[in-house]
């Protein structure tokens, strides 16, 4: 689980890459982790980044091209940012648009997010004109996993992928990967 974009950037020294930082506060022993149990509005099997992306199996050349990037934190927060072209996809920059869950429910594959504000370039539903949940954002777990590799002699791995339907639009989160 990862936590908001703001909360990992708080104190950190603007020349240090957020990956140097989290692995120099890293820490191996037992006693300093504490098992949590994962909020409900997380989607099951995933970190909680769902991309919105192309897949091209191409035998020569497999490839994706990621064109959005929707986090839910494990702190609460929805967070997205969508790239003009794909080559300037970046999951560590700063999101262009962030929300506080203030409330989620689920029904079967459905999560519903209770947002107090829009997300432009997500469909939400609005559910109310005033107050903190204003909109609502549905998640839905198709259910339809696939694979992604590219060909068995080369160094890409086998990646799994698990389909998504967020507010309309079709998304994909990684769910594992094995290398040959």
């Not at 959005?68 to 300037?88: C, H, M, P, Y």
């Amino acid at each position: 689980m990862q936590l908001d974009y703001h909360l990992l950037m708080k104190g950190r020294p603007a020349n240090e890459d957020l990956r140097e930082v989290a692995d120099s506060t890293a820490s191996l022993q037992p006693q300093n982790f504490k098992r949590i149990s994962r909020p409900a509005y997380m989607p099951v099997y995933s970190s909680g980044s769902l991309f919105q992306m192309d897949f091209f199996p191409n035998d020569d050349y497999p490839r994706k091209a990621v064109h959005s990037l929707l986090k839910i934190t494990a702190n609460g927060v929805v967070e997205f940012t969508r790239w003009s072209a794909s080559d300037q996809a970046n999951v560590q920059q700063r999101p262009q648009h962030r929300a506080k869950i203030q409330k989620a429910t689920n029904q079967g594959n459905t999560r519903h997010l209770y947002l107090s504000k829009k997300i432009p370039g997500l469909k939400l539903k609005s559910v109310g004109k005033t107050g903190k949940q204003q909109y609502c954002l549905s998640i839905v777990n198709q259910h339809k996993p696939f694979i992604f590799s590219g060909k068995t002699d080369d160094d890409m791995p086998i990646e799994y992928y698990s389909r998504y339907t967020v507010g309309g639009q079709a998304f994909s989160t990684l769910i594992g990967s094995v290398h040959d």
